[in-house]
């Protein structure tokens, strides 16, 4: 799995989004997404089978976690808040992990699993 999270972080696209801390256009969010589906090619269906009606931002923060993407990273492409990506993934793990004192580590630790 390393190897694919690299491959994935070494590409123009990625490199491009974090040194020019701009955000991505919805064509690049595609081809990220392709990117990802290209490295783990079953992480979608999977996803979608353990996690209902994500909203885009959700999706998206799911996708950057499963190429290792940290937080202050996530922060710049999606153009929110260090601290609303940490209260975001709190939230997925508390709402889809079954327990209620689910935290921003556990999430990550679930979409890295699939």
């Not at 990117?35 to 994500?54: I, M, Q, S």
């Not at 976690?65 to 609303?84: D, T």
């Not at 992990?97 to 935290?103: A, I, M, V």
Request: contains cysteine.
């Amino acid at each position: 799995m390393e190897q694919e999270c690299i491959a994935v972080l070494n590409t123009t696209i990625y490199q491009k989004a974090i040194s020019s801390k701009i955000t991505l256009s919805n064509e690049e969010w595609t081809e990220l997404e392709e990117l990802v589906t290209n490295a783990f090619p079953d992480f979608r269906h999977r996803l979608t089978l353990a996690v209902d009606n994500l909203s885009k931002i959700n999706y998206r923060i799911c996708l950057l976690i499963k190429i290792g993407v940290n937080s202050q990273q996530m922060s710049v492409l999606l153009c929110r808040s260090r601290e609303a990506i940490v209260s975001a993934r709190r939230r997925l793990a508390k709402k889809h992990l079954s327990t209620d004192n689910g935290t921003p580590e556990d999430w990550n630790k679930f979409i890295s699993s699939l």
